[in-house]
């Protein structure tokens, strides 16, 4: 008699049909996450860079530099607007600093973008005594004492997009251009102002201690500047020394909360704690996560119940029922879980 020899246990093995329904809800949720972890980045993104041809003698101001670096970053913890001047040691020129974040930005955001600003300086400017480095979510410059100033309405940079904005995109972008005009005239946006009309996005912000006439007169010659340099181009941004503008078109209508990019600013200067966004952002990726998982492990039970084991073989049964059921199960759920998912992270 023969010994009879247990067959090994088979692997977990799901055919290739059944795999790509379990990828399904955890690719999807794989990709709301992506935009968010990619807004984060893009604050931080470098726009453009001044810096004057001067240097420091010696690099005799970086004590003063490196203090004025920490006071800003210390009041962009709860401030989007700050100005303030260091003196020098030494009989040196005292040194004149300030940061401004988009309106639109939580305080902890700003923080986080002010806080790259000092490395940045050193890095692209190199003890020049005058530099402005912007990035996408601020901005921040520092200068000596009887540096040269600009007219407020100076253009400092410029970007225009390629063409492709659509039937009538010139003419929607000009009411935008015009309902922006207007609150910034009225006083009533707070130097920060964001609008769109049909499929075109808009968005300016002047310097936060900017009086409202200037501010309105700043944005009016960024929108002409804008008209005239871009032309019908689909996008453009136009950074003027106290104000910037940006402008979008976007085939399949604005997203949820705008472009998000371009421009620093503040917007009216201080808020309160930023702790209410960054919270729910962390909510929604722990709860996500979870869901997403969840969702893999009841795809996964349901799918083994579809098998049984017969002469060390793993064989289908019911395998069109039990698909069709899986997708009318899932991914509803996923697609209404995504929807709730993304207004949180935005």
């Known amino acids: 008699m023969g010994i009879s020899k247990a067959l ?50 010696g690099g005799s101001q970086q004590a003063a530099l490196s203090a004025l670096a920490s006071a800003l970053t210390t009041q962009s913890t709860s401030s989007k607007f700050y100005k303030t001047t260091v003196s020098a040691a030494g009989g040196q020129p005292s040194l004149f600093g300030l940061f401004q974040c988009r309106g639109d930005l939580s305080v902890s955001d700003c923080a986080a973008c002010v806080g790259r600003l000092p490395t940045m300086w050193d890095r692209l400017c ?130 949820h909360g705008g472009i998000g990019i371009g421009g620093g600013g503040g917007g009216g200067g201080g808020g309160g704690p930023g702790t209410g966004q960054p919270t729910g952002k962390t909510v929604a990726i722990v709860v996500g996560g979870a869901a997403g998982v969840g969702f893999v492990v009841i795809c996964v039970l349901f799918a083994r119940s579809l098998y049984k084991k017969k002469d060390g073989e793993w064989r289908i049964l019911m395998w069109w029922e039990g698909s069709r059921l899986l997708m009318a199960a899932v991914v509803p759920q996923v697609v209404r879980l995504l929807q709730k998912f993304r207004i949180l992270l935005e």
């Open 8 to 57: 090994p246990s088979p692997p977990c093995f799901l055919p290739p049909p059944l795999l790509l329904l379990l990828a399904l809800p955890l690719s999807a949720l794989l990709a709301a996450l992506c935009p968010a972890f990619t807004s984060a980045a893009d604050l931080y993104g470098l726009v453009y860079k001044g810096c004057a041809t001067q240097a420091f003698p």
């Open 126 to 255: 190199g003890g020049a005594v005058a530099g402005r480095v912007q990035l996408n979510g601020c901005y921040g410059l520092y200068e000596i004492s009887g540096f040269p100033q600009v007219s407020g309405t100076k253009m400092l940079y410029k970007v225009c997009g390629g063409s492709g904005g659509g039937d009538g995109f010139e003419e929607k972008r000009d009411t935008a251009f015009a309902n922006l005009e207007s609150v910034m005239a009225s006083g009533s946006g707070g130097g920060f102002y964001a609008t769109s009309f049909g499929d075109v996005y808009v968005m300016a912000q002047c310097e936060g201690d900017l009086s409202v006439a200037d501010c309105a007169e700043c944005v009016t010659e960024a929108v002409q500047k804008a008209e005239v340099e871009c032309g019908g181009a689909a996008s453009g941004q136009m950074y003027l020394d106290k104000c910037y503008l940006t402008y979008a078109y976007y085939r399949n209508g604005v997203p």
